[in-house]
């Protein structure tokens, strides 16, 4: 009998064989359980950021409306369990060890074949599509994808309807070096006649997209042409701003997510629930519109984990994820107020990301977490060129001391790597 952390060690046993684009080895496995993803009624997101963010809104208003809805996201912040989620709760350790159990004689007979080892994502996702295909179906399952699209190990599934957020550099190595070949891999999650939602709003990736949905005849919905807000103001936890799309107009909607990229995401999201309801596969009441989205949050994306002194935890991981959060901190906070703790992965742009920052405010440090690609603050000082950029080697002690601080008006910023983050909040969540 597997113990749970038998189960999860085997799954990440996996992480060896790295990341290998391509759904051959999907179609296999999922073959030999029957195709449990066809039974799934699916929204597909993909997009540089945003694609969490996204998938919470929809997933609140979905629940709030009495919809049961399963959810399928990486990485994790607190806990594995969370990346397979149902009703907005992660699935139990015993059924991870069940669908392990389920999933691993299929990844046995796949080594066999000349399409070679499974790899980690791989797993989990024929783990999540099982579980919600054959297991314990639910009324929808949102999909987030985990690395591009076309070569996705998600894009197996034939969705209700496609959603790309944002198009940013991020992942160059696999994606290509430059924003109209990061659309082609991101638009490969578009099927034949399937909505597709765009919030991109550059145009050279956007014409990508949109030529890509003309081809497969797929009705398309931009953000800032089809739909839009409007009358947009900050308040302290937050964002208020006016909704329109053709005769759906909604005022004074609220958001408790901070910054004017989370009304992007929360229209993208409103805007691919109505698009459903006119399909006939939803039913939408203002009413838990108006709560869903309020009523929204997602771990690690400008989240006040303090205040007076106030800490906000970013997973800005990425050039245009770094852009949208000191829009938001300068549209909140004075800028001698602000301290940023900075830390990021290897395969990271980290100098374009330091230098965004250092420009921005004076105060930065940098530092490291237990993480095998993880830079060490001497690696990300001499990879930013930044000599004059302090370094903090124990981040957690720095915390503390900030928090014991007299002066109660300042703001920490730590950001970088979501894994990072997941970390802290760990501190967080043992110091309180």
Not at 263 to 277: C, D, G, H, M, P
Not at 353 to 381: C, G, H, Q, V, W
């Amino acid at each position: 009998m597997m113990t749970y952390h038998q189960a999860v060690d085997w799954i990440h046993s996996q992480m060896k064989f790295g990341i290998k684009p391509g759904i051959e080895r999907m179609n296999f496995m999922l073959e030999q359980l029957g195709n449990p993803e066809h039974n799934m009624r699916s929204i597909h997101i993909g997009g540089t950021n945003g694609k969490g963010s996204t998938l919470s809104y929809m997933r609140e208003i979905l629940l709030t409306e009495g919809y049961t809805v399963g959810t399928f996201t990486s990485p994790f912040i607190e806990s594995f369990n969370e990346r397979i989620s149902r009703n907005g709760t992660p699935i139990s350790d015993g059924e991870i060890t069940r669908l392990v159990e389920t999933v691993q004689p299929v990844v046995e007979k796949l080594k066999a074949t000349d399409l070679g080892e499974a790899t980690e994502f791989e797993i989990i996702t024929v783990m999540c599509f099982y579980y919600f295909g054959s297991v314990h179906p639910v009324d929808f399952v949102l999909v987030e994808v985990g690395l591009g699209g076309r070569l996705d190990s998600t894009n197996v599934i034939e969705p209700l309807l496609s959603v790309i957020t944002t198009i940013g550099r991020d992942h160059q190595q696999y994606l290509g070096d430059t924003l109209e070949k990061i659309a082609f891999e991101k638009a490969g999650i578009i099927k034949k006649k399937t909505p597709v939602v765009i919030g991109v709003k550059q145009d050279e990736p956007k014409e990508v997209i949109v030529e890509k949905s003309k081809g497969t005849r797929s009705p398309f919905y931009i953000l800032h042409h089809h739909f839009t807000y409007e009358s947009n103001v900050s308040h302290a936890t937050g964002e208020t701003f006016t909704y329109k799309w053709g005769e759906h107009i909604l005022r004074d909607l609220r958001i408790d997510m901070a910054g004017e990229h989370q009304i992007e995401n929360s229209v993208v999201a409103l805007t691919s629930l109505y698009i459903l309801q006119e399909k006939g596969e939803v039913i939408l009441s203002e009413s838990a519109i108006r709560n869903g989205l309020q009523h929204t949050k997602w771990p690690g994306r400008f989240e006040v984990m303090s205040d007076h002194p106030t800490v906000i935890l970013d997973g800005a991981h990425n050039i245009e994820g770094i852009q949208s959060l000191l829009n938001t901190l300068n549209s909140r906070y004075k800028r001698e107020d602000v301290t940023v703790v900075f830390s990021a992965l290897r395969d990271k742009e980290a100098a374009d990301m330091i230098d965004m920052i250092k420009n921005s405010y004076s105060k930065m440090f940098l530092t490291t977490f237990a993480f095998p690609r993880a830079f060490s603050p001497k690696e990300l000082r001499r990879e930013g060129n930044s000599l004059n950029v302090e370094i903090v080697e124990d981040y957690e002690r720095y915390i503390e001391e900030f928090l014991h601080s007299d002066e109660k008006e300042k703001v920490l910023a730590v950001t970088g790597s979501l894994y990072f983050i997941s970390e802290v909040r760990k501190f967080f969540q043992k110091i309180k």
